[in-house]
């Protein structure tokens, strides 16, 4: 099991920036996969960065260039570096994890962008 507990959300203007945080209860070497995913109001949630046990990263398309995932190994934490953010950024941003073949939450952390 994993618990994530994730932190550093707000109300930032259009062109500001934000810097997530996901703290896991256990060494995130022994976590597949670690993605950050985000839910706007009335759509469906999807993830927007991922980085595997190995350090690869990945992004979608729409944050590619504007956020940033990376790791510290000795704090069990993954971060989302989030800039040049956008009204439709807004949304609960969550941080997921992947034990073998276990997905796991956290409950999240609004994030709204201010036009």
């Known amino acids: 099991q994993v618990q994530l507990v994730e932190s550093g959300g707000g109300l930032v203007q259009a062109g500001g920036s934000l810097r997530l945080s996901c703290v896991a209860s256990?060494?995130?070497?022994?976590?597949?996969?670690m993605d950050w995913a985000r839910q706007a109001p009335g759509k469906q949630r999807e993830v927007v960065a991922g980085?595997?046990?190995?350090?690869?990263?990945n992004y979608a398309d729409s944050v590619k260039g504007r956020f940033t995932i990376s790791r510290d190994i000795v704090k069990n934490t993954v971060y989302l570096q989030m800039n040049n953010l956008k009204p439709e950024d807004t949304g609960v941003y969550s941080c997921?994890?992947?034990?073998?073949?276990?997905?796991?939450w956290g409950q999240g952390t609004q994030v709204t962008v201010s036009s």
């Open positions: 256990r060494n995130i070497f022994s976590i597949n996969r």
């Open positions: 997921n994890a992947w034990v073998a073949f276990t997905n796991y």
């Open positions: 980085i595997t046990s190995g350090g690869s990263t």
